[in-house]
């Protein structure tokens, strides 16, 4: 038998090994240029935040919805997503146009003071100052302007009062059962109800202690109301990857979701309305999505990312977004917006996501042929196309439409939208199953358009003027 010289051998084994760490490195380079997946864990920790009691429902121009926004800011920051908000960060603070009360309003007359919340609960205040003198009603008396009008128990307010500033009332069985819950928040604050300057009328329920203390008082006494009334304010999030292709990272394909809800109200047993359904799952979509296609290759086109504020109370962050645009409307591909998407709706086959205004434009059918789990919105006479806040932004031409599953589950805007009815597996499906989609459109020329007739224009469905 031959020998063989063992020289042959070693060279082909340090071969081997040479070719084998060459390939390791080719596999972690591939790796290290993957989008990451989008985890149920990932899911879970941004919902147990968002929509968590101690954010108290995160309500519209509340801090608590700003802390959401600034939740989020962080999160973009750690992922090394360009910021577009105030100051080099990525939270906008924006005017509302409505006051808030900052601390609970006085009550004060001689040496005494009546606390909101304590002596009395105060209704909606229109100013921050009022003062005038007490007068008890009599029937058929003329009430004096700026009066502090004091009613007898079971009169209520009409018309032959308007002329009194505030209108003093006795605590009712109702008022006294929710005394401490409603007195533990802040009331409104009112426009004026003029440009004349006139304000809103000021009520006051007295408890029977401290209405008995008034009722003795002499008509004339001196009282004043004093509140602290500062202007509103409600925050966006907002961050972008800029397009890695010289010709098309002008063209921006814009992902959104509402981040507030309707914060703590009502009398019962759960007065958090935690939101998690509407619209924390959407909020946490856009932040998956945006960790995710942060981690990979960076798309062509610039990718934008934002959390507008105050959807529940009109719609003002998008208001703001459309005054002040980062980029001009024109350069705006698609509008994605994600909204309740927590649970699936049995309108429509497992793992599906329904798009509204799918007929309007060829968005969803084109996301659809590229992976996309999205059909037709199953719920037309609920005209979900204009109820977020992608239709303030279709009525300015851009294709913008809301990708959602909500099957009108009955804890819809309730206390009961919790943590406890989220099909996070769903969930989870669900976002995965767009990130291809929206990588593709990340990267691709198509630009989704009106299907003919279907473009919004004024009265079907925008405002006068719009469209």
Request: with cysteine.
């Amino acid at each position: 038998m031959m020998m063989v010289s063992p020289r042959p051998a070693a060279h082909l084994r340090r071969a081997g090994l040479a070719l084998g760490f060459a390939l390791l490195l080719t596999r972690l380079a591939t790796l290290h240029t993957q989008t990451p997946a989008i985890s149920e864990a990932t899911i879970r920790s941004h919902m147990e935040f968002l929509a968590g009691d101690a954010m108290k429902g995160r309500g519209s121009g509340t801090e608590d919805e700003w802390r959401a926004a600034a939740y989020i800011g962080s999160q973009l920051r750690r992922w090394g997503i360009e910021p577009l908000g105030d100051e080099g960060g990525f939270v906008q603070r924006i005017e509302t146009g409505r006051s808030q009360v900052t601390a609970p309003p006085m009550l004060s007359f001689g040496d005494s003071r009546f606390t909101h919340g304590k002596e009395i609960l105060v209704q909606a205040v229109g100013r921050g100052t009022i003062a005038g003198p007490i007068v008890k009603y009599a029937r058929g008396a003329l009430v004096p302007d700026g009066a502090f009008l004091l009613l007898p128990d079971g009169v209520m307010p009409d018309a032959s009062m308007s002329r009194a500033a505030a209108i003093l009332t006795a605590e009712t069985p109702q008022a006294r059962a929710a005394w401490e819950t409603t007195g533990a928040r802040l009331p409104g604050a009112q426009p004026q109800r003029s440009a004349g300057g006139g304000a809103q009328q000021l009520r006051i329920a007295l408890s029977w202690d401290a209405y008995g203390r008034v009722a003795t008082l002499p008509d004339g006494e001196n009282f004043s109301f004093t509140a602290d009334i500062k202007p509103g304010y409600t925050w966006n999030a907002i961050g972008q990857l800029t397009g890695s292709d010289r010709s098309q990272g002008t063209e921006v394909i814009l992902l959104t979701a509402h981040l507030d809800h309707l914060g703590v109200r009502g009398n019962g047993p759960d007065t958090i309305y935690n939101g998690a359904d509407d619209d924390a799952s959407g909020t946490t979509a856009v932040l998956a999505l945006a960790e995710a296609i942060a981690g990979g290759k960076r798309p062509k086109r610039t990718v934008m990312f934002v959390w507008f504020g105050s959807e529940e109370a009109g719609g003002v962050g998008a208001r703001h977004f459309l005054n002040a645009p980062p980029v001009p409307l024109d350069g705006i591909v698609a509008n994605i917006e994600f909204e309740m998407i927590g649970r699936p709706d049995s309108l429509v086959a497992p793992h599906t996501l329904w798009l509204t205004g799918y007929e309007r434009s060829n968005l969803g059918p084109e996301l659809a042929r590229q992976g996309a789990r999205v059909v037709a919105d199953p719920h037309p006479d609920q005209r979900f196309f204009t109820r977020s806040d992608n239709i303030q932004l279709a009525c300015e031409g851009v294709v913008a439409q809301t990708i959602s599953s909500f099957g009108l589950h009955k804890e819809y805007h309730t206390a009961a939208d919790d943590l406890a009815h989220i099909d996070f597996a769903h969930m989870t499906e669900a976002i995965a199953s767009m990130l291809a989609p929206v990588l593709w459109i990340s990267n691709s020329r198509f630009k989704p358009a009106w299907l003919p007739g279907q473009k919004p224009v004024p009265g079907n469905p925008c405002p006068p003027g719009r469209g």
